[in-house]
């Protein structure tokens, strides 16, 4: 896997932050009661999810490996945990957390250690949520949207919007796959600039990029309504329960 595209979000921080979706509010049903519960968020990024975990009442300690995407978290979540780490070490003890999240980063992170360091930190009975929050592949102007992230990915790195077939491995139970559709009003602006914030497009050539934003107002041109598009999106993922040790 390349470090290089794994590390590539911390200079565009502040867009990603601006410009990638929140979790849907239907995702607090996914999650269930955690006010009061003793919550680590993996790769947690600029916080998009931390926010959504701190609303509804989680104790939350994170681990971000970037500088850059963790300083804009602390900022706007001072009272959070921060630690610096990554997902094959986590700087926590063993079973103190009764859950742990992991949202559009699965696909980054070094296979069984990942899984293993997960099953780890959590509490017997504890839940792992492994989620992914992007495009639906229900329209085909969609399909077309999403090859222009995507055409340039790393073979090494997993699609995003996959399951997590790991769990499956026998540190884990009532291993659950996840899907909830939602709706992301966005003008032609937004969606272009959260493009941006994607590695298979901010890596590229300033003119590749250029490209890629032409083709993509193209297509969205096609369905905006006074320039703007209700984007059909979805929260999918896999749900799992730490094994009795």
Known sequence: MSVERAQSFGAIAE?????????PPEAAALLGDIDGMRVLEVAAGTGLWSRF???????????????????????RSPQVHALVGTAESLPVADATFDVVVVSSAWHWFRQPDATQEMARV?????????????????LPWLDEVSKLRDGKRDPSVRPRSWTAPELAQGLFV???????DWTWPRTTDEVVKLFGTYSGVSTRSEAQRAEIGARLRELLAQVTVSDVVDVPMTLRGTVATRSTR
């Open 174 to 180: 009532d291993v659950t796959d996840v899907s909830i």
């Open 53 to 75: 975990l701190l609303e509804h009442g989680a104790d939350l300690t994170i681990v971000e490996p970037d500088e850059k995407m963790r300083a804009v978290l602390e900022r």
């Open 15 to 23: 867009l990603y932050d601006h410009y990638r979706p929140s979790p």
């Open 122 to 138: 959590l509490r017997d009975g504890g839940r792992l949520f492994v989620l992914w929050n992007g495009f639906s592949r229900s």
